[in-house]
């Protein structure tokens, strides 16, 4: 049964400061470093044998500290990029207009294929994340991947495996550095395909960052 871990990236500057990243980026804070560090310690022994991270800074710092611990090198993939948030990247959340807030509403709360003005849809996010967890069938057998990425696009991943729409994800807590799981499973008797072993897994951490959008 091939098992692949969840990462999302440690804490960034501008998580911390409330500001939309997206697929724009900030460096990790001195806490995302030492959450990615805790990481590390976690699931190096847990036998990893690739590490694949989005191509951001933020994933990419995330997971050269995971792979160092691991002994393993880092493949980048575009496919693990948080949701483009479009107009509204790089502005803080508290300095939205009442337009702005609505777009971002609709998206978040599931209107059919909303999306900020340039950006794109739950449903794109979600459909590239499933193109590039499937990719990992493909490795060969006896593999345990690691994928690191971001908060609304695993959020999104987790949430459509459950069968959940996409925008389900806003009731996913998944905070920086926390740890999912998900196995594909073979089974006459139980669901095959894709299942959720974990969620959100923060107790390697001593202190939890708080997310930027959940505070
Ligand atoms: O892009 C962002 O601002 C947040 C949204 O949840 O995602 P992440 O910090 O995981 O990249």
């Known amino acids: ?7 999302r990236h440690g804490e960034t500057q501008w998580n911390a400061e409330r500001r939309i990243q997206g697929q724009s980026d900030s ?3 001195e ?3 030492q959450q990615a560090h805790q ?3 976690r699931v190096r022994n847990m036998g990893i044998t690739h590490v694949i991270a989005s191509d951001l800074g933020r994933t990419k710092r995330t997971a050269e500290i995971i792979a160092d611990a691991c002994g393993c090198e880092v493949t980048l993939d575009p496919r693990l990029r948080e949701l483009h948030m479009g107009v509204l990247e790089r502005r803080q959340l508290d300095s939205l207009t009442e337009e702005e807030e609505g777009w971002r509403q609709r998206l978040v709360n599931g209107t059919p294929d909303g999306r900020i003005p340039e950006g794109e849809s739950m449903t794109d996010v979600s459909e590239r994340m499933h193109a590039a967890l499937n990719a990992c069938l493909d490795l060969p057998e006896g593999s345990r991947p690691l994928l690191v990425s971001h908060g609304m696009a695993l959020g999104s991943l987790v949430s459509t495996i459950l069968g959940l729409p996409s925008w389900a994800e806003r009731r996913l807590r998944l905070r920086n550095c926390s740890i999912s799981r998900v196995d594909h499973q073979h089974s006459p008797w139980l669901a095959s ?3 959720v072993e974990t969620a959100g897994d923060v107790s390697h951490l001593d202190a939890p960052a708080l997310d930027e959008l959940q505070r």
């Open 31 to 33: 806490k995302g470093e």
């Open 193 to 195: 395909g894709w299942v």
């Open 39 to 41: 990481v590390a310690q």
């Open 27 to 29: 460096p990790l804070t």
């Open 1 to 7: 049964m091939l098992q692949v871990y969840l990462v």
